[in-house]
């Protein structure tokens, strides 16, 4: 996987949570460098013992994981975005990659605000941001997703399910786009084991892509043009 953008591909991951999708990727894809993070410091802990597990962990400082590709995790919270920013050190403020994986729902709207907000300042021209998780359709959940959107309450009034119409607009006040082309199905490729394309969303930066919102259905079938 090359993705055209050179012989290595950058990945900075928001809300890693156990790690399982930095360590999945890093296995199979020894070209791909991965930066993982999260607010948690139990996930952080857990990030970093599951990459040594499973021999990908990097760390520059201990010369027997200085040949990984999955990066030692960042204590990283988007909320506070002036403070958290500063921690980035300048090998992170050019990426080709921004994921955020089943972490939208789970998250007050300030978080998808500044998740376009640090892809505008981060990812290299013509990067992208890949969002994955339920979305609202023209207002529209499932039934499944309903069940969802009641847990997500329990846990906190700011979170939920947030509609597909109101994250392409953020996306594109920072300059993102939705993408389409080969580049989203070779993303799609390296995710392939833990996301379906019926729930993915791949914004490019910039894009001289044209879309249009998609039909009315509780999937996500993107119609657009370059």
Not at 20 to 25: R, T
Not at 96 to 123: H, M, S, T
């Amino acid at each position: 996987m090359k993705l055209g953008l050179g012989e290595k591909v950058k990945v900075f991951e928001l809300g890693s949570g156990s790690g399982q999708h930095a360590v999945e990727v890093c296995s199979r894809h020894r070209e791909v460098l991965w930066q993982p993070s999260d607010i948690s410091k139990l996930c952080i802990s857990s990030i970093d013992a599951r990459a040594k597990q499973y021999d990908v962990f990097k760390s520059p400082v201990n010369a027997r994981y200085m040949h990984g590709n999955c990066h030692e995790a960042l204590n990283f919270d988007i909320t506070m975005y002036d403070k958290t920013i500063a921690l980035l050190e300048n090998k992170w403020k050019s990426v080709d990659l921004l994921v955020a994986l089943n972490v939208v729902q789970y998250a007050p709207w300030r978080f998808v605000e500044n998740l376009f907000k640090l892809g505008n300042e981060i990812c290299k021209m013509y990067g992208f941001i890949f969002l994955y998780g339920p979305f609202r359709v023209d207002g529209n959940i499932t039934h499944d997703q309903q069940m969802l959107e009641l847990h997500l309450k329990t846990l906190s009034a700011k979170f939920g399910i947030r509609d597909l119409e109101d994250v392409i607009e953020i996306a594109a006040s920072y300059q993102f786009h939705l993408e389409v082309s080969s580049c989203y199905y070779l993303l799609l490729s390296i995710l392939s084991s833990f996301v379906r394309v019926a729930h993915s969303l791949v914004l490019s930066l910039p894009s001289s892509l044209t879309y249009t919102t998609p039909h009315h259905s509780s999937s996500l079938n993107w119609r657009g043009t370059i």
